[in-house]
T-cell receptor, first 110, second 113 residues
């Protein structure tokens, strides 16, 4: 079993829909990252969480440390949100390294 | 502020050839990493460095070497390229504190034939 599991693997939505991507992990962590990878391949950091909730524009990330679970929400989705969303955790005591999920491929149709 | 710069963007190698993937960052980050990304898989750590002169193996180091002579540069060397090394390679850096974000380069797509 992977230490970081994401669901769903693929997601197709209509423009305007509310989207949720889930991430579960099995190790003790010091932080959780949500990353975005566009079709061009570049990876951008969206959020870094160690507790609670963060919001940036239409994106919201939450984490429940007790349940070892995080969600990424996109409100009023748009075709430009189409990308692969990657969850990664920094395990406690690690040298800054991350354990990555396999990603969720999101496609938003106009 | 350029961030993390990787070169080249694309490369095709023949089996047995060698090459160096370059990575440089201008943010004075101590921690630098090399990852590979294979289709349908999460990023896997090849090597990492916590500062100039210090490197260590990650999850998939076989067939690769690194050096860290300066804070800015962290090149990845492939000595005898094999088809199994066909992948997309990402360099990343972070300040190293627990809640520091990770900054990625744009990736190098390598094909070994």
């Amino acid at each position: 079993k992977n230490e970081v599991e994401q669901s769903p693997q693929n997601l197709t939505a209509q423009e305007g829909e509310f989207i949720t991507i889930n991430c579960s992990y099995s190790v003790g962590i010091s932080a959780l990252h949500w990353l975005q990878q566009h079709p061009g391949g570049g990876i951008v950091s969206l959020f870094m969480l160690s507790s609670g909730k963060k919001k940036h524009g239409r994106l919201i990330a939450t984490i429940n440390i007790q349940e070892k679970h995080s969600s990424l929400h996109i409100t009023a989705s748009h075709p430009r949100d189409s990308a692969v969303y990657i969850c990664a955790v920094r395990s406690r005591g690690s040298q800054g390294n991350l354990i990555f999920g396999k990603g969720t491929k999101l496609s938003v149709k106009p | 502020n350029a961030g993390v710069t990787q070169t080249p963007k694309f490369r095709i190698l023949k089996i047995g050839q060698s090459m160096t993937l370059q990575c440089t960052q201008d943010m004075n980050h101590n921690y630098m990493y090399w990852y590979r990304q294979d289709p349908g898989m999460g990023l896997k750590l090849i090597y990492y460095s916590v500062g100039a002169g210090i490197t260590d193996k990650g999850e998939v180091p076989n067939g690769y070497n690194v050096s860290r002579s300066t804070t800015e540069d962290f090149p990845l060397r492939l000595e005898l390229a094999a088809p199994s090394q066909t992948s997309v390679y990402f360099c990343a850096s972070t300040r190293g504190q627990t809640n520091s974000p990770l900054h990625f380069g744009n990736g190098t797509r390598l094909t070994v034939t």
